[in-house]
């Protein structure tokens, strides 16, 4: 049986990594996340998997982020009973975010299907339910990075520490084919080279085929130092507290939200930043800050950083909903992190719902903001937002300080992959929106990379591989057409046109205009 690799997700997009690969006694996953964005890129997570669950034998896990392991649940309740392999610290992390991402569902599916039944619209179940990610949890395996594991017949796979995130990974997997074995090696998501808080990224060389992330793979950005980045946030709170308002950051639980806390905690007692009380508004990201101060060790300073954030002045850690509310009374300056970090979920939706329409608000973007999330609306100015259903003026001040990725930008990128050389076969372009797709993919050409090498999968899309050699195979029924899946979709277009709409009748000479108007719409209103 020719190996055989294809992509069912973080193809042309960002979000939904899962990568299968097949051969001779193995059928395994490479991730296997949860899709974010457009609401017709989320609906992929409710869709069957592209292959039978049942008949996975195992998952190699580059990290706990959601939307790389965020379906591990969902392939358990369809059928799956192999291992996961995983360093500890995703496996810790995975235990926290499953369960959130579980308990996140459940709720919300209550609250749709009580206005679904208002509507005489059909009731809809979770992807998955708490229950379902502690059976998934029985299934992990931990294992040690740069020590080769046996997988499965015929293949075996090796982690090496990729920076990005506590516990992430690059996975080397040696794979028998036809011929010789073949060795692949999958990046997963890159940190850059000099990180405060992790190790730097490592990875063999030598390798048959290379899949390489691209998140940033059209953008270069100066690294600022530990005090600069702290300068200019320091800057960014002495705006927001002259603005008279709070300063809302909406953050990524695992990783993003540590970090900024660190920063904040360090500019307030060094005086450079106006001091006021910090709540960490997430219960997720409060669960996972323990798991930092139980396995934070940096094997690259010989220590572990986050120890800080154990007993902290200023620092409020808000676990119940009820905590949450009582926010709504402050009058003073403060600040609140909650999640998620791209707006599109979490008790940050309520926190802007309520204080968008306030000038005196800031709004501080810390993180990547994917096409069609709620925060990329917001970075690219959008006047007004719908909310929970509910329409919501934007006043603040919405700011972004890129100075917090835990990804490398395009020249890091390109310089890792050359690390990685000779590599005999082709490099696999992949989590990236296709702009940064085709940036990276003329760097590395431009970079002594043969241009014929470098390819750009869609979602769904497989390839049949020898050590030297690739063979293209049909996507087949794939589940998204190509160059759809980071665009926005018509859920974000009926947005715009609904605020679009609201401003254009606010603003007409009469109510007969105004009637006029909607009388020419309903007209139009034909299939």
Request: proline share 5%; hydrophobic share 45%.
């Amino acid at each position: 049986m020719p190996l055989h690799l294809s992509f069912h997700g973080a193809a042309e997009c960002v979000t939904g990594s899962c990568m299968r690969l097949r051969g001779a006694g193995f059928d395994v996953l490479i991730d296997c996340g949860m899709f974010q964005g457009p609401k017709t890129l989320k609906a992929l997570n409710y869709d069957p998997f592209p292959f039978d669950a049942a008949g996975i034998d195992a998952v190699l896990l580059t990290h706990a982020h959601i939307d790389h392991s965020g379906l591990l649940p969902k392939l358990w309740k369809a059928g799956f009973r192999g291992r996961i392999f995983a360093t500890a610290p995703a496996r810790d992390l995975c235990r926290v975010m499953l369960a959130d991402a579980g308990d996140i569902q459940e709720h919300e599916v209550r609250q749709l299907n009580r206005r679904n039944a208002q509507r005489g619209l059909d009731l809809v179940e979770p992807i998955y339910t708490t229950g379902d990610a502690a059976q998934t949890m029985e299934l992990f395996q931990r294992i040690k990075l740069e020590e080769l594991v046996e997988i499965a017949p015929g293949l075996q796979a090796r982690w090496w520490s990729a920076g990005h995130m506590l516990g992430a990974a690059s996975i080397e997997v040696l794979a028998a084919g036809d011929g010789d074995p073949v060795r692949l090696l999958f990046s997963g998501d890159l940190g850059p080279a000099d990180e405060d808080y992790l190790a730097a990224p490592k990875g063999p060389a030598g390798v048959d085929h290379l899949i390489l992330e691209s998140t940033y793979g059209d953008r270069v950005r100066p690294t600022p130092t530990t005090s600069e980045r702290r300068r200019r946030l320091a800057e960014e709170l002495e705006a927001a507290h002259a603005a008279g308002g709070p300063l809302l950051v909406p953050v990524f639980a695992v990783g993003r939200a540590q970090e900024v806390l660190l920063d904040l905690l360090a500019v307030m007692a060094e005086g450079s930043a106006p001091a006021g009380e910090i709540f960490l508004d997430s219960p997720l990201a409060i669960e996972a800050t323990d798991v930092f101060l139980q396995r934070g060790w940096n094997s690259d300073t010989g220590e572990n950083p986050y120890l800080p954030l154990r007993h902290a002045d200023h620092l409020r850690f808000l676990l119940r909903p009820d905590e949450s509310d009582r926010l709504e009374k402050l009058g003073d300056w403060h600040i609140i992190l909650a999640g998620s970090g791209m707006c599109d979920a979490g008790r940050i939706r309520r926190h802007l719902k309520r204080l968008l329409w306030r000038r005196q608000t800031t709004v501080l973007l810390a993180g990547y903001q994917a096409k069609g999330t709620l925060g990329r609306l917001l970075q690219d100015g959008a006047s007004e937002v719908r909310i929970q259903g509910a329409a919501v003026r934007v006043n603040a001040r919405i700011r972004t300080l890129d100075v917090y990725s835990g990804h490398a930008d395009a020249e890091g990128l390109a310089a890792w992959a050359a690390e990685r050389r000779p590599v005999a076969g082709q490099v696999f372009l992949n989590h990236g929106e296709p702009e940064a797709l085709s940036a990276l993919q003329e760097r590395l050409a431009a970079a002594g990379f043969a241009r014929d090498h470098i390819r750009i999968p869609v979602v769904d899309q497989g390839f049949a591989l020898t050590r030297d050699t690739v063979l293209e195979q049909n996507a087949g029924s794939a589940r998204i057409a190509p160059g759809r899946a980071a665009r926005e979709d018509w859920h974000n277009a009926r947005a715009a046109f609904l605020v679009q709409l609201n401003e254009t009748l606010q603003a007409a000479a009469s109510d007969e205009a105004r009637e006029k108007l909607l009388e020419d719409l309903q007209g139009r209103l034909t299939i």
